[in-house]
């Protein structure tokens, strides 16, 4: 069983910048490609970035390309999002996720493992 915690969510004015972190659970999810999803308010959950095993691929959702930056340290069963530029329709709740295999194209289905999330608030 893996678990995931994130942090590093809060409170930040638009064009600011807050860095997100998922710590995992233990060693083996350096086998896990690592993924975040968001869920604003009344909005099914969306794949927002990804990561592969050894940090060699990366993915993202569209509008937030040129904005994100997703990156992982296997040495410490962590992966990051770094977020500048944020906008209002950032705001969410962002949640880590596991899974063994790589999808182009992920989906919440697709997930082995989740964590409970870490809210992000973009004033205007």
């Known amino acids: 069983q893996v678990q995931l915690v994130e942090s590093g969510g809060g409170l930040v004015q638009s064009g600011g910048s807050l860095r997100l972190s998922c710590a995992a659970s233990?060693?083996?999810?350096?086998?896990?490609?690592l993924y975040w999803f968001r869920q604003a308010p009344g909005k099914e959950r969306e794949f927002v970035s990804a990561?592969?095993?050894?940090?060699?691929?990366?993915t993202y959702t569209d509008s937030v390309k040129g904005r994100f930056a997703i990156s992982r340290d296997n040495a410490t069963n962590r992966v990051t999002l770094q977020m500048n530029t944020l906008k209002s329709e950032d705001t969410a709740v962002y949640y880590c996720?596991?899974?063994?295999?790589?999808?182009?194209?992920?989906?919440?289905?697709?997930?082995?493992?989740w964590g409970k999330g870490t809210l992000v608030t973009v004033s205007s």
């Open positions: 233990e060693s083996t999810t350096s086998l896990y490609s």
């Open positions: 996720a596991a899974a063994r295999a790589w999808f182009p194209r992920p989906h919440p289905d697709h997930m082995a493992y």
């Open positions: 990561i592969d095993w050894y940090g060699y691929s990366t």
